[in-house]
């Protein structure tokens, strides 16, 4: 805990309702002018496992949209809208994230500082966040907020006399009155919204609703929450493309892939919400690659064959499975196996006859299943992974079954490398990717680890070797170059709901509105 010997008036107020278990989730400062600068700057001492940590969001300038996007950014999480915010919060794994306290100097500064305060108020409602707002008394935004039950920390009487000047509050700054946005960009010119301050940008394309500023408004829009976290305008121009429709002005995309051109990242092709030609898949809940074949399952359980190359329409994959299918999992034969969301697995067979032996292996996995649902599913050559709840990977094989306890929670994903070594990868919703050869013991080290959920992982030998994919419930992307200890990594804003490596070692990463292939610069 910080030392208040010398603190600002209400620090010691604000300090309490910190520690007391039984106060408001939802703090309003008023009349105490830097007290929440003073507040983030001063966090907690030490690491211990119940710390919470503290996260400052400044408001200036702010829209409920910006402002959602860096709240989610800090939490480790991915929102498309306010409301999305309070829905993910609530419904979501957390995975190792730790509880946060929001810090959000000077609502009053804000472009939309009603629209915000309504989002404050739902988010103090969870468990998951204590919220601290600074605003100002009498105003609409403090009303919203002042509707629920509340903690209020001012400074001292003496203090408020002191300022009682006619002049205004002061902004954490010092500055007095309402606090100045940054310059809007011409919102037309992709390398002018690529350099600006995102935020601003974001603000402008709120309040310019009616202009789709050939196209580049509905991209920004859509990957909003990667551009604002992006660190360079080539990262944002990237991201931008991605998700750049094929109604767009011609003139974006090049200028955009000319912005692009230091990034890590190549786009090879994206299918966008609205596209024709050729047209969007729909929305993505499970990715696979069979050869040439993207096999990409949409959220009502169709799958569809897309060219790896092109993303051209080649068809859709006859299967009897109705409702969504969670994993798809080709074999060397052709086959296809597809994990439903009872955790039941299902049978697609190939052109070609099954070997009697893969037969009854498939059966006997899928008895097993029927009794103990999976959660994850895999295959190569003679055998067939499966991840459960309880965080434990099983591999079926030929000559036995093999399992390891690897995750600690339920097993989210599992992949398969067919290698001069095979071995699996698994990935948990308490955010490690693991390494196992069926017969050995683990990895003892972890290949990637964050504080968010797994939410998809593939794997696959290419000429460049093991390659392995993984997305995170925070929106980021990670490809491991497993034999080199190396990786790049790639944020589209919107969530990612799976991810895949073709056979020559490009990033597919699927959407509910966007398919993107990268390949690495």
Do not use: K
């Not at 002061?170 to 011409?186: E, K």
């Not at 050559?381 to 306890?405: E, I, M, N, P």
């Not at 017969?439 to 797994?454: H, M, N, Q």
């Amino acid at each position: 805990m910080p030392s208040v010997r010398a603190e600002l008036p209400g620090a010691p107020a604000l300090l309490g309702w910190l520690t007391d278990p039984e106060a408001p989730r939802l703090c309003l400062v008023t009349e105490a002018p830097g007290l929440l600068d003073w507040f983030a700057g001063h966090g907690p001492r030490g690491a211990g496992r119940r710390r919470t940590a503290r996260a400052l969001v400044p408001l200036t300038g702010q829209t409920a949209l910006g402002t959602t996007w860096a709240v989610a950014g800090r939490l480790g999480v991915v929102a498309t809208s306010p409301a999305d915010l309070v829905r993910v919060l609530a419904t979501t794994e957390t995975g190792r994230a730790p509880r946060t306290v929001l810090i959000l100097p000077a609502l009053h500064t804000a472009a939309e500082p009603v629209p915000i305060a309504e989002l404050l108020r739902d988010l103090a409602t969870l468990g998951r966040v204590r919220v601290v707002v600074e605003t100002r008394e009498g105003s609409p935004e403090h009303a919203v907020l002042a509707e629920g039950r509340v903690a209020v920390v001012a400074a001292e009487d003496e203090e408020r006399g002191e300022r009682a000047d006619g002049g205004g509050d002061t902004g954490p700054t010092g500055d007095t009155g309402r606090a100045h946005p940054a310059p809007l960009p011409d919102l037309s010119d992709p390398l002018a919204v690529c350099a600006a301050d995102p935020f601003a940008v974001t603000a402008g394309y709120v309040r310019d609703a009616g202009d789709q500023h050939g196209g580049l408004r509905p991209a920004w829009l859509r990957a909003g929450q990667a551009l604002c976290t992006a660190r360079t305008p080539a990262d944002r121009a990237l991201a931008l493309l991605a998700v750049l429709g094929d109604g767009a002005d011609p003139r974006l995309r090049p200028a955009l892939e000319e912005a692009a051109a230091p990034a890590r990242w190549r786009l090879r092709w994206s299918r966008v919400v609205g596209d024709v030609a050729p047209p969007w898949p729909g929305p993505v809940a499970a990715l696979a690659v069979q050869g040439g074949t993207l096999l990409a399952a949409d959220l009502g359980g169709t799958v569809r064959l897309l060219g790896a190359a092109d993303a051209r329409p080649l068809g859709r994959l006859d299967h009897p499975v109705t409702g969504r299918v969670m994993a798809l999992a080709p074999a060397p034969d052709g086959t296809v196996l597809l994990l439903d969301e009872r955790g039941r697995l299902h049978t697609v067979r190939g052109r070609e006859p099954r070997p009697p032996y893969l037969q009854r292996l498939t059966e006997a996995v899928t008895a097993t299943l029927t009794r103990h649902p999976g959660t994850a599913l895999a295959a190569i050559s003679g055998s067939v992974v499966v991840g459960d709840r309880l965080g434990s990977v099983h591999a079926f094989g030929l000559t036995g079954l093999h399992q390891a306890s690897l995750h600690s929670g339920r097993v989210t994903a599992v992949g398969a490398v067919e290698s001069e070594t095979p071995f699996v990868c698994s990935g948990g919703s308490d955010g490690t990717v693991r390494l196992w050869t069926p017969g050995r013991d683990p990895e003892p080290a972890a290949l990637a680890e964050r504080p968010s959920p797994v939410v998809s992982l593939h794997a696959t030998e290419t000429p460049y070797g093991p390659f392995v994919a993984v997305a995170w419930a925070d929106g980021s992307v990670e490809l491991h170059d497993v034999e080199s200890h190396t990786h790049r990594s790639f944020r589209p804003g919107p969530p990612v709901r799976a991810v895949a490596v073709t056979p020559d070692g490009a990033l597919v990463v699927g959407l509910d509105e966007a398919v993107v292939c990268l390949e690495r610069a």
